[in-house]
């Protein structure tokens, strides 16, 4: 193990920091439930980004206060939350307020005079202002003087009195980039926090369709059976590939969904089973942070983070619907917070009601060519049906001169073809659009509870838990079940003794068994996941921090899928020589009586599980305390044990399990400047490194080394630099062997063919996916124009050894690439290939990454544009052997690993009152098609919102309806159509991983708190 941090002592002196009032001053959108006094400014700076400490000597922390939420300055919300505690608050610096007793001069501070001066006011909807960088709480020791006030001659004697200071708790935010307490805009990771308002205002009804609009998702992952075999929804960074984004729940792993590991072969959590109710916020760390957090996290990380100490009670509820779809949700959420800790329950329900293919003109008709497509329509099972002979052979019974070998069922084609003749087209094949009846949109169904609980053993020992369950059920159909064949492939024959048979020789057909219905694919998820753990103070130190959790989760899902054709008793049917137990396929509609179809089909059920327990620990503390800052310190570790159970065929059967440890530590080492505030001429390092071993493979090390350098007050430069790994999944190393007869071309004798035992199966000598990962950026908020925030990050990240399943044929013209792959004989002849996962390839991924806010204050309301973009520069892949490096930038892959060059949001957001609105336009930039020169892309998709807090209205007749609102919003309003795509070689005839198929959906929600 390899965990290198340095420690650098510099003895610089401290220079003075100029006050502002503008951090009182500002308006924010708050919510700040009923609690101790500590409690309600831990709240405060999260949901400012500001630093707000108490002394630890000042009275009144226990107190309780509150509640406070609404439209309103930290100044304005500190006088309520201190009206009766007797205390008051100085301006520190510009981010840092301090909470303190009131000073011997009356009046000295001009920012507590003006704010005593206000009243709280009231909000529509209560939650934190959009925008704002919102967190975990954290802490950290500071130098300020009792006595200070905010004028600038008391503030210029700030280190001159540093010996005579008391040590002062500030609370600060903690970002999924880092362990240590920093914030957003503070840390050398570029992290991007979204606030359950935001999310919200984007109409998204699921945690992977928000996920979907961000500009550094460059491939969207749905529930379309076109993307997944399983009905998992994931997230993927900078198109990277599926698996190497981690996510998070609450800052802590999650286990692999048990079906979409076995059916898909996806190592991810499904981002399904999280209700979007339930999310208090979302933060996105698009680099690689495997320091940090360990395997997965090759592209980046996603933290999803619940809601909690919520007090009152609270019911939200809407609907939407766009063309032949509809969705609705719900949830009910009750808190109660008192002096010893606080408990939340929120219950949410979604019912989502499925987009059939035939509603959209690009499913309904796979015949594409009038597109510039293919004809996609297929033969195999239509119904009515078609009929061909075995050896190409003209068949009977056609007009005169036709030699055709195969015919079309007519549509009026009845009784008994034997008897009353065939009813045929000589030389013609029926065909169908099989996506017309495939679920574009699965039909679901989700129920969940969370609970979140904290309990104040001790003022320095809390416990604390959190535990979701969620149901869910998802129904996909398919198409209607065959008996697949068509010349050629004569799957399925019909004897010469079928009394149907009007040929009098055995013949092949191909037809639908109309007359019970689609295939379907039945999922049902039960998802569950407590999490337990003690935190508090060493030693009832403010200053050091520990905490122990431990978790599982888990997910049970059974897959049943209906209307599966059992092809012995198919085949028996289609030989029988009794009209009651033979099937006539020579007709259009059902091919026998109802009881004779249904005895030919079956329901298969499968179970599967993913599971994971793990267990944590770490302490964070100073180390000591540099003229520049105190050197921050995280220490901890963790263990895991991943399990993955399926029970459904020899291929995909599996019951393995792993266990893993690590060992992780971070360093934040002040190196000049006051690095506590946010004033110029500052400079800090940031080392991190984490060790993990696996029982399989062994261990890796993934250090990571950051910087923050602000010249001036107004401008943060940072970089970062780290190494990332994926650990192979539990089905890759161990999948269970199948074996089966195979050819292959031979090279190394003249492309002869031979004939081979393939055998597929894991690879248990299989070693970790790596990568490695620079940012490097800026971060300018305007001193001149008030409100105004850029951020610009280029990122790169560089995949190596990335795991691959390869065919036969292909590891056979590279055998020396994969040493026991390709098995010979004595004479040298080919007698065995070993398919199975292989490290094999590489990736490497570049681009910038674009962020302004505004906001502009007006007699007319609060206007806040915004631009969040992704330029993607490079992405170059070598990922088939003895192939040349390909250039996968704009140029649309079946296998995923691509990304548009341009990906892009713009918003306009407005406030007044009441009232709210908010306009945002999607870009997806012009790319090749998939397998064609076609470009596609350079499109626009724009979402509305509109809101009207209309409990501000009532509130003089009925107080506790102040917080009623109402909502009416559209996703795609102009109903933006998508274009023709070669998507999944041209099957669904759009690109389900950027086009908007389901076109204009429009709701309406409605709710209040209590």
């Not at 957090?293 to 919520?310: L, R, T």
């Not at 065929?649 to 393995?656: I, R, S, V, W």
């Not at 990568?771 to 300018?780: A, E, M, P, R």
């Not at 918003?907 to 596609?936: F, H, N, P």
Request: hydrophobic share 35%.
């Amino acid at each position: 193990m390899s965990v290198a941090l340095l420690t650098l002592v510099l003895a610089v002196a401290a220079v003075a920091v100029p006050v502002s009032a503008q951090a009182v001053t500002q308006s924010y959108h708050l919510n700040i439930p009923r609690q101790q006094l500590d409690g309600a400014l831990k709240d405060l700076a999260q949901q400012t980004g500001l630093q707000i400490a108490r002394f630890s000597d000042t009275p009144g922390g226990s107190a309780l206060v509150g509640p406070v939420s609404g439209e309103m300055t930290v100044g304005e919300a500190l006088t309520s939350l201190l009206v009766k505690s007797g205390l008051t608050y100085k301006m520190v610096n510009d981010r840092t307020i301090a909470v303190v007793a009131p000073g011997p001069e009356p009046g000295a501070s001009a920012q507590s005079s003006a704010a005593d001066q206000a009243s709280p006011a009231t909000s529509d909807d209560g939650k934190a202002k959009e925008g704002k960088k919102t967190s975990s709480v954290g802490f950290r020791v500071a130098q300020v003087d009792q006595g200070q006030t905010s004028s600038p001659s008391s503030v210029e004697k700030q280190d001159a009195q540093a010996s005579k200071k008391k040590p002062l708790q500030l609370e600060e935010v903690v970002v999924t980039g880092s362990r240590l307490p920093q914030t957003s805009t503070q840390e050398p990771q570029p992290t991007q926090v979204y606030t359950a308002e935001q999310i919200a205002q984007s109409g998204r009804q699921s945690v992977a369709d928000f996920l979907n609009t961000l500009p550094q998702v460059s491939v969207a992952s749905t529930e379309s059976g076109y993307q997944t075999a399983d009905g998992a929804t994931t997230v993927r960074l900078h198109g990277l590939p599926v698996g190497t984004t981690l996510v998070l729940i609450n800052g802590r792993r999650a286990e692999v969904n048990g079906v979409a590991a076995a059916v898909g072969d996806h190592n991810v959590l499904n981002l399904g089973n999280i209700p979007l109710g339930a999310v208090d916020r979302i933060e996105v760390v698009p680099s690689g942070s495997s320091a940090i957090y360990g395997s997965d996290a090759i592209a980046g990380v996603i933290n999803i983070i619940f809601k909690s100490h919520f007090d009152g009670l609270e019911f939200n509820a809407g609907g939407g619907a766009a063309s032949a779809t509809k969705d609705w949700h719900g949830d009910l959420a009750w808190g109660k917070t008192w002096s010893a800790g606080s408990l939340t329950l929120i219950a949410t329900f979604q019912d989502q009601s499925e987009l059939s293919g035939t509603e959209r003109p690009l499913t309904a008709n796979a015949d594409h060519r009038p597109l510039g497509g293919a004809d996609g329509r297929s033969a195999l099972s239509c119904n009515p049906g078609n009929v061909f002979t075995l050896d190409g052979s003209p068949l009977p019974g056609g007009p005169s001169g036709n030699a055709s070998s195969f015919a079309a069922v007519l549509p009026a084609a009845t009784g008994n073809p034997a008897q009353t003749g065939f009813q045929g087209n000589y030389g013609q094949r029926n065909t169908c659009s099989r996506t017309s009846t495939t679920s574009i949109i699965p039909e679901e169904h989700q129920a969940s509870l969370l609970v979140t609980g904290n309990y104040q053993l001790t003022p320095g020992l809390e416990l604390f838990t959190d535990l979701l369950f969620s149901r869910t059920r998802q129904l996909t159909n398919s198409f209607a079940p065959g008996l697949l064949g068509q010349p050629g492939f004569a799957q399925f024959t019909v004897s010469a003794s079928n009394p149907y048979n009007p040929f009098g020789e055995t013949v092949g057909v191909g037809v639908a068994l109309a007359g019970l219905g689609l295939q379907g694919q039945d999922i049902v998820t039960n998802y569950f996941r407590p999490v337990v753990g003690i935190r508090g103070n060493i030693f009832g130190s403010n200053d050091w921090k520990w905490e122990v959790a431990g978790w599982m989760s888990e997910d049970r899902d059974r897959l049943a899928t209906t209307n599966n054709v059992n092809g012995a008793a198919a085949q028996a049917a289609l030989n029988s020589t009794s009209p009651a137990t033979a099937l006539n396929p020579f007709v259009a509609g059902p091919a026998g009586p109802a009881p004779l179809l249904q005895s030919l089909v079956s329901e298969q059920t499968q179970d599967y599980r993913g599971k994971s327990i793990a267990t944590n620990g770490f302490v964070r503390g100073p180390l000591g305390s540099l003229p520049s800052g105190p050197l921050e310190v995280v220490v901890g570790g963790e263990f895991e044990r991943q399990e993955l159970f399926s029970s459904a065929n020899t291929f995909t059967n599996a019951n393995f399990h792993r266990n893993s440890y690590a060992m992780f530590a971070e360093m934040r080492i002040p190196i000049f400047g006051d690095t506590r505030s946010t004033s110029g001429n500052t400079l800090a390092a940031t080392l991190a490194d984490r060790y993990d071993h696996y029982a399989d493979f062994g261990g890796r090390s993934s250090p990571q080394f950051g910087l923050e350098y602000r010249p001036v007050e107004s401008l943060l430069l940072r970089g970062t630099y780290g190494k990332s790994f994926k650990a192979p999944s539990l089905l890759d190393l161990f999948r269970a062997e199948l074996q089966f007869p195979n050819i292959v071309l031979d090279p190394m004798r003249g492309n002869q063919q031979t004939l081979i035992t393939e055998t597929v199966a894991g690879n248990p000598g299989l070693q970790p996916e790596t990568g490695q990962s620079h940012t490097w950026g800026l971060v300018y908020s305007s001193a001149g124009i008030n409100g105004l925030q850029l951020s610009v990050t280029q990122w790169q990240v560089d995949e190596s050894n990335s795991i691959q399943f390869f065919f036969s044929q292909t590891l056979v013209p590279n055998e020396t690439l994969f040493p026991g792959a390709v098995i010979r004989g004595p004479t040298g002849a080919i007698v065995q290939v070993n398919d199975a996962p292989y490290n094999f390839g590489k990736l490497s991924v570049q681009g910038i990454d674009f962020q302004i806010d505004y906001r502009y204050e007006s007699r007319a309301g609060e206007w806040s544009p915004s631009l969040a973009a992704t330029d993607t520069t490079r992405y170059s892949a070598a990922l088939l052997p003895g192939a040349p490096v390909t250039d996968r930038l704009s140029m649309a892959n079946d296998d995923g690993n691509w990304a548009p060059r341009w990906k892009g949001t713009a918003r306009l957001g407005w406030k007044l009152g009441a009232y709210a609105a908010s306009i945002a336009g999607r870009y997806v930039g012009g790319y090749q098609d998939y397998g064609s020169t076609r470009e596609i892309g350079k499109f626009w998709l724009f979402d509305l919102n509109l809101r009207y807090g209309f409990g501000q209205e009532l509130a003089h007749f009925s107080p506790r309806l102040s917080k009623a609102y109402v909502e009416f919003g559209g996703l795609n309003i102009l109903d933006r159509r998508p274009q023709y795509s070669n998507f999944d070689f041209g099957f669904p005839g759009y690109d389900a991983a950027q086009a908007d198929i389901r076109g204009r959906f429009l709701y309406l929600r409605a709710g209040v708190k209590l």
